[in-house]
């Protein structure tokens, strides 16, 4: 793997957020309007609760970690987007450019758009709504890592998705996160869900992470296992997603559809 | 300027594509040398964009192999790739990217050298230095083509694939193309594969062609000669009558 290529994806996308400088405000419109949002009904909450729970940290934070998660998917298969926009895949595909490193591109392109939006987040949640998001401590690294890894498979599974359906299935790939967020239990105990969606819950790193996150805000320690229990499973999904995209690109190699993909895209 | 003695550019052998119920190319073998323009031709369906695409890896051929600069394109890609380039009507520059950062990004694919001064040589060359920081989309579309070959020459490619390359071009823009793209070749150092449906520019280009009808390779020679020796009067003449009879 070669660094020259991988820098040139990523400075494609800044030559894009440069040259359109309009891009950059869905990357922090979208979370700073979920923090105000749900700032204000956990605000309400806490002052008609009579239980004494501070909905802030639970509801709120729960917002900001799905809302990172999804933004890094986000970054990833909007990066691969723009490809498909601009019907570059012949010149892109064609060059000594490997899947490898395309992809390693979009990844750190998602990284600097996601941690945009993170920082756009946490200035509203801390300032604003008085999140005190870091008193977490350790396990907000572990946390938020799992949940990288884990908008990164998304992502990459996406971006194989429109791979093998052709641009105009663009559509399936937006509300994938939303799909995922009931069984995520972003903002619920698992326990609440039926026993089928529990099976599912399970099958997904996010719900480790806001299982743990309750956990450790309800006075809990550390949630090692169930950490180390996503983490691994983040993991092994990622090397999954990797190795779907790397199948359906051999596959669209060896049936012409990547030659075909732009005059698709026209269609 | 033909280097007979250095290793082909291109070297295509037994190469076939077959989809599952069509034959899109039938046991293709040709080179390419170093300083030798070569002309593919044929009717619309022929294979000419299939054979490009295998050269390009962007279709894996069902059998036999393509060799760029004596590096197996199936086993070496990012090294025989490396030594190509191409450009093409129907793959234009993102349009959202100015000239200057099109060629940078590309530049970068291709791991080129000295990139900066390179960069600023090919837009001395192909006429593109007040259009550096236009965008591409909004190029007409002779300046298109000019800045998709300044893409296609930035990493000095030992094989330059042309998919007619002056298709969308007034005749003097399309001279002063035809003009560099000899010069180039005159230099030893690249060859160059060259679709065309312009016969007249065939004629005026390339060192030999290659008749491609379903396929396969029909006829092969000097495209001045060629017509002659089958009793046709112009290269487009022989052109109908193969493409009718085939």
Redesign the interface.
């Known amino acids: 793997m070669k660094i020259r290529p991988i820098y040139g994806v990523v400075l494609r996308q800044l030559y894009l957020l440069r040259g359109s400088p309009v891009r950059v405000f869905p990357m922090v419109t979208w979370v700073a309007i979920d923090i105000v949002l749900w700032g204000f009904i956990t605000r309400y909450l806490n002052s008609v609760s009579a239980s004494g729970v501070n909905f802030v940290p639970t509801l709120l934070g729960g917002v900001l970690l799905w809302d990172f998660s999804t933004r890094i998917m986000q970054g990833v298969s909007t990066a691969f987007l723009e490809d498909v926009w601009s019907r570059n895949f012949l010149n892109l595909f064609a060059s000594p450019l490997s899947v490898t490193e395309y992809i390693t591109g979009l990844v750190i392109t998602s990284v600097l758009t996601g941690g945009l939006g993170l920082a756009v987040m946490l200035v509203l949640a801390t300032g604003i709504f008085h999140l005190q998001f870091f008193t977490v401590g350790a396990p907000l690294a572990a946390f938020l890592l799992v949940l990288f890894v884990f908008g990164i498979s998304l992502g990459i599974v996406a971006s194989a998705i429109v791979l093998r359906l052709g641009p105009a299935s663009e559509w399936l790939l937006w509300p994938l996160p939303a799909l995922l967020s009931p069984f995520a239990a972003v903002f619920y105990p698992l326990a609440v869900l039926p026993p089928w969606m529990q099976w599912v819950a399970h099958a997904l790193p996010p719900s480790y992470v806001f299982e743990g996150m309750r956990g450790l805000l309800a006075g809990g320690s550390f949630p090692r296992a169930p950490l180390i229990e996503g983490a691994i499973l983040a993991a092994v999904q990622l090397i999954i997603a990797g190795a779907v995209y790397a199948r359906v690109y051999r596959r669209a190699v060896r049936s012409g559809l990547l030659a075909r993909y732009s005059a698709e895209g026209a269609a | 300027m033909v280097i007979a003695s250095a290793p082909a550019a291109l070297r295509v052998v037994h190469l076939r594509k077959a ?1 599952s119920s069509k034959l899109a190319l039938d046991d293709l073998s040709f080179q390419v040398m170093p300083g030798e323009i070569v002309g593919l031709l044929g009717p619309n369906g022929a294979g000419k ?2 054979t490009i ?1 295998m050269i ?5 051929p069902s059998a036999g192999t393509i060799h760029i600069d004596e590096f197996d394109l199936s086993r070496q ?3 025989a ?2 030594r ?1 380039n ?1 450009a ?1 009507v ?9 000239v200057a ?1 099109n060629l ?8 080129v050298q000295g990139l900066r001064t390179r960069i600023d040589a090919m837009l001395e060359e192909f006429d593109l230095v007040a259009l550096r920081n236009t ?1 591409c989309g909004l190029l007409s579309s002779g300046e298109q083509t000019r800045a998709a070959l300044a ?1 296609a020459l930035l990493n000095r490619p030992r094989l330059l694939l042309l998919d007619e390359p002056t298709a969308s071009l007034d005749p003097s823009a399309a001279q002063l193309i035809r003009d560099k793209i000899r010069t180039l070749a005159s230099t030893g150092r690249c060859g160059i594969l060259w679709t065309s449906h312009n016969m007249h520019e065939v004629e005026s280009v390339c060192d030999r062609v290659l008749f491609l009808s379903h396929g396969k390779v029909l006829l092969e020679g000097d495209p001045r000669t060629l017509a002659g020796a089958h009793g046709d009067a112009s290269l487009e003449d022989l052109f109908i009558r193969v493409t009718r009879q085939s």
């Open positions: 989809y964009t299939t695409n390009l890896g962007l279709l894996e890609r990012a090294q790739l490396e190509t191409f093409a129907y793959a234009t520059l993102p349009g959202n990217l100015t950062e940078m990004f590309f530049g970068l694919l291709y791991g965008r893409k």
